[in-house]
């Protein structure tokens, strides 16, 4: 690591920080268009049903209702609302509007009207007459024999096999698990549940759509994906990508439910039809159940081990649901083996996975992408595997982990949908993530202390996990830079910051590349008409990704910049560098120049613009590691689980910005703790939500939170701009596992269903009871 | 429809302004362009929406509009005094307390409330007046660092950090 940077690796505050703090018009809502229409969605009260007729007659004759869309008045194209890079990996089974519903919340129909009353009134002029059919609610019942079809419509394309409802299915492996297992000492093996988590941003989906003077469809959106979301509206609408604008301005929250193309379509549909600006904005309720959740999974989980302590052999099985649409259905489930299983390094690896369509809501990409559900099977098994074999699970982990110089050959065979590359390990701070994670929580006292006689039982309990940086040969960016008269600099890139921060981490690469301070850098992102392409804020990739090509694209306007100057100073390019906001001659006998005294000269006098813009991807997908150890209290009389204390240490490569990678660390932790005990969106027997509000969907609060020990582990990844890999989403991977282990070391319980609720602790504990009874030890 | 016209305060300006019976203060508010009210749930559960009424913070989506007659109303838009931001903005900025920045006018408008009436709070009391607001990005650390940090006197500059 370089010690020398004057803006990489300093705690500046967000270059977008003033407007956020004094309340601005930064968001997507936070404009007045005059003739704004309101849109509004007729949810399927049915999860699975077909729409016998439909009659919008009395709606379109209402007073101040400008346009109402059927499946009969909008283009069918099959599409995934999957925000990637095209060809997306996710299959097309979705439309604009269908004749068939497939979830309770699933589109029937949409209206824009001049008010939200009216709007609202419109829906429920709306005759709508459904052939209700049989829904399949249940992960395990949707491949089962005779089970309804979701998707039967002909024109879906990438489907698995659609007459048993698999979206996707995945198999891969490197050595031979079988022979592995044969070879182990030991054999364990488990099941484990997750559930269907939502993302709660505070910003709910917004999108507001209307037509410029040229008669271009302007889109501005709540979007993680300003590109993607271009291309696929374009399609959807059936209109070409030059005639699209979308604009992302700050995003209040995304964390993967913004990876979507969910309103923009219809948005863009209502305000086409009505030639009138249309604003559609999810209620809190509809948030929940109408945008997108993390996958549910099974997992079954094996792993062969020495007792030594050696794993040797690892398989996990795995039967997740995509809800009603396969939106990142594979890429998610893929992540699940791909990111996991190669924390550790057994010879034999096998990962297969059936993802299923049931009619539920839609599952996407959420922060974590599959990680969360396979680490927490992951890291409960080996914690079980350590305890029965008398090993403690810091050591064990430390036998067994990915370590610098490996390589992990599962990526090579499970990509994003398909083949990948090989992960070389370039970087590596898990061993010390470990020991100073392990510190800050007290492990070794902690772990020795004598249970106590009271109600109230504490325990430690540890995980390990890591993720990825960008998509490796699949995500790019790019960026471009053009200097003004006063020496500042225009930086544009496509990237889309979504609050975490990349506004800030860009602008920090631009300026200590072009030797500039931070307020020099001006900065545009995410408008697909005035900033180049990326693909967007997800899978960790905006920092290396992103923060790549404004590397380069700073390198290339800095050599314009010091050739510009060699010409002023009557020097050699090689004497010369960038530093202070000027350039300087090095050594003997010093001349300078200063930013705008180079910027005027070039401009007035060399009639030339300095700018220059690069484009950057990698393929390798460095991952950052992280080490996370928690401290609960179980009451056993209520079942309570207290969070007392949560130590997350992190290896980000180089923080460009270690205070907003600190945000980010705790953040996820905030998220993961709700994963790990409290947050499930819980459906009737219909398929209905039943707790689609914050009152009965318990997110944690600012006097929820247990005290939190940040701490990043630096490492100098090759790969990344200035070492920096990525930090936002690997740290919601350990709370899970580090509480349900830190549970069972406090009261010898194991937890291996997601959330851990104090019924389930309470009647856990009245089981282990009833056993103990009949049991000699 | 029926309209009636209501005076009130807004971060120290007299307004008059026309409304219905049922507007929400939430929705009156933004429609004159107070945007930093934000709208989160609109069931008084997540706290975005939140001002202070007479120096007592309400979700103005839990409030009639009509209700607010006579009232003193403040919003994130009258914290600073030009460009000269209050201290509790200058150290959600320099703690890296704002992250999508969605909920941070209502964590500023209740810490002011609180500060108000207790200058110097303890932690406890600091993430007492912050439960009422929800935030999903932060982990609240580093709000209730900048909310603790603005009430000590000597309020310094940002931590920075020496680099291994």
């Not at chain 1, 949707?142 to 394309?157: C, Q, T």
């Not at chain 1, 709910?204 to 759509?209: E, F, L, Y």
């Not at chain 1, 209109?239 to 309103?263: A, C, D, N, T, Y």
């Not at chain 1, 010409?567 to 004497?575: A, G, Q, R």
């Amino acid at each position: 690591m370089r010690s020398d940077h004057t803006v990489v690796g300093q705690n500046v505050r967000k270059v977008d920080g003033v407007k956020l703090v004094t309340g601005g018009p930064a968001f997507t809502d936070d404009i007045h268009l005059p003739g704004l229409l309101c849109g509004k969605i007729l949810p399927s009260p049915y999860a699975h049903a077909r729409i016998k007729r439909i009659d919008t007659a009395k709606a379109k004759a209402l007073p101040g209702v400008h346009a109402v869309l059927t499946y009969q008045n909008v283009p069918r194209v099959p599409h995934t609302t999957a925000g990637q890079a095209w060809p997306e990996p996710s299959p097309y089974d979705t439309y604009l509007l269908d004749s068939k519903v497939r979830f309770v919340g699933d589109r029937v129909a949409a209206v824009a009207a001049e008010s939200r009353a009216i709007a609202e009134k419109a829906l429920r002029l709306i005759e709508v007459e459904y052939d209700v059919l049989p829904a399949v609610l249940e992960i395990e019942q949707a491949m089962a024999p005779g089970a309804p079809v979701i998707h039967d419509e002909p024109d879906a394309k990438g489907i698995h096999d659609a007459s048993r409802n698999i979206a996707g299915y995945i198999l891969r492996g490197i050595g031979n698990v079988e022979e592995g297992f044969r070879e182990s000492d030991r054999i364990f093996e488990r099941e484990y549940r997750t559930q269907r988590q939502q993302h709660c941003s505070i910003e709910p989906h917004v999108t507001i759509s209307w037509l410029d003077g040229d008669g271009r469809l302007v889109i501005r959106t709540s979007s993680q994906v300003p590109f993607h979301a271009r291309r696929q509206v374009a399609m959807i609408l059936q209109i070409p990508v030059s005639r699209v604008h979308v604009i992302k301005p700050r995003i209040g929250g995304g964390f993967g439910g913004k990876q979507e193309m969910l309103l923009e379509d219809i948005c863009g549909a209502l305000a086409l039809a009505a030639r009138r600006p249309v604003r559609i904005e999810y209620t809190r309720e509809e948030e929940f159940y109408m945008a997108r959740t993390r996958h549910p999974q099974i997992l079954r989980m094996k792993m062969g081990a020495n007792c030594d302590g050696t794993i040797v052999a690892s398989q996990l099985t795995v039967l997740a649901t995509t809800g009603a649409y396969g939106s990142h259905s594979t890429t998610v489930q893929g992540n699940t083996g791909s990111k996991v299983l190669p924390l550790y390094r057994a010879e034999h690896m096998r990962f297969e996975c059936h993802v299923v369509y049931t009619n539920t809501p839609v599952a996407g990409a959420f922060r974590g992408y599959g990680c969360p559900q396979g680490f927490f099977a992951q890291e409960t098994l080996v914690d079980e595997i350590a305890h029965e074999l008398g090993i403690d699970p810091v050591e064990f982990h430390r036998q067994n982990v990915i370590r610098l110089g490996d390589i992990d050959r599962l990526s090579a065979q499970l990509g994003e949908g398909k083949e990948g590359l090989p992960r070389h390990i370039r970087s590596c701070g898990l061993p010390e993530c470990l020991d100073r994670a392990a510190a800050a929580i007290g492990w070794t006292r902690k772990r020795k202390a004598l249970p106590s006689a009271s109600h109230l039982k504490r325990g430690v309990g540890m995980a390990c996990t890591m993720q990825g940086s960008g998509i490796a040969g699949i995500d790019w960016a790019s960026a471009f830079l053009k200097m003004n008269e006063d020496g500042s600099f225009f930086l544009q890139v496509g990237a889309a910051d979504v609050g975490g921060g990349a506004d800030t981490v860009l602008a920090q690469i631009a300026a200590e590349t072009l030797g500039v301070s931070l307020d020099k850098i001006v900065i545009t992102s995410g408008d697909t008409d005035t900033t180049p392409f990326d693909v967007g804020a997800y899978a960790s990739s905006t920092t290396i990704i992103s923060g790549g090509a404004v590397k380069k694209a700073a390198e290339k306007v800095r050599e314009q910049v010091l050739r510009m100057a060699a010409k002023m100073l009557e020097t050699p390019v090689e004497n010369l560098a960038c530093g202070d906001n000027r350039v300087s001659t090095v050594g003997e006998g010093k001349k300078s120049a200063t930013m705008t005294q180079i910027a005027l000269h070039s401009m007035y006098k060399e009639k030339t613009q300095i700018m220059d813009g690069a484009s950057h991807f990698n393929t390798d997908s460095p991952p950052p590691f992280c080490a996370t150890f928690a401290e609960v209290e179980v009451d056993t009389q209520t079942g309570m689980v207290r969070v007392l204390h949560l130590a997350t240490a992190v290896d980000p490569g180089v923080a460009i910005n270690p205070a907003q990678a600190e945000g980010q660390v705790e953040g996820a932790v905030a998220q993961g703790l709700g994963y790990a005990l409290t947050e499930e969106l819980v459906l009737d027997d219909a398929g209905r939500p039943v707790n689609a509000n914050f009152l009965d969907y318990k997110i944690f609060g600012a006097k929820d939170m247990p005290k939190l020990t940040t701490i990043l582990v630096e490492t100098d990844e090759p790969l990344g701009p200035y070492g920096a890999k990525s930090i936002s989403e690997v740290p919601i991977n350990g709370p899970a596992p580090a509480i349900a282990n830190a549970i069972f070391h406090a009261i010898g319980v194991r937890f291996r269903k997601l959330p851990i609720r104090p019924e389930d602790v309470l009647r856990a504990l009245r089981e282990k009871e009833t056993v103990a009874d009949d049991q000699c030890v | 429809m029926k309209t009636m016209e209501i005076r009130l305060n807004v971060n120290g300006e007299a307004k008059q302004w026309t409304v219905a019976p049922g507007d929400l203060l939430l929705d009156v508010l933004r429609r004159e362009g107070y945007f930093g009210v934000k709208r989160g749930c609109e069931a008084g559960e997540c706290g975005a929406c939140t001002v202070l009424l007479d120096g007592k913070p309400i979700n103005s989506c839990l409030m009639f509009a009509a209700k607010a007659e006579g009232s003193d109303v403040l919003t994130i838009e009258g914290m600073a005094h030009g460009s000269t931001l209050h201290p509790l903005q200058e150290a959600f900025l320099d703690h890296g307390a704002a992250q999508c920045g969605f909920c941070t006018p209502a964590m500023i408008l209740n810490a002011k409330a609180l500060l108000d009436q207790k200058p110097h709070p303890s932690e406890e009391e600091v993430r007492e007046a912050l439960a009422g607001t929800y935030c999903r990005c932060t982990g609240y650390r580093k709000p209730v660092e900048a909310v603790l940090a603005a009430a000590g006197a000597g309020r310094g500059p940002a931590p920075r950090r020496a680099k291994a």
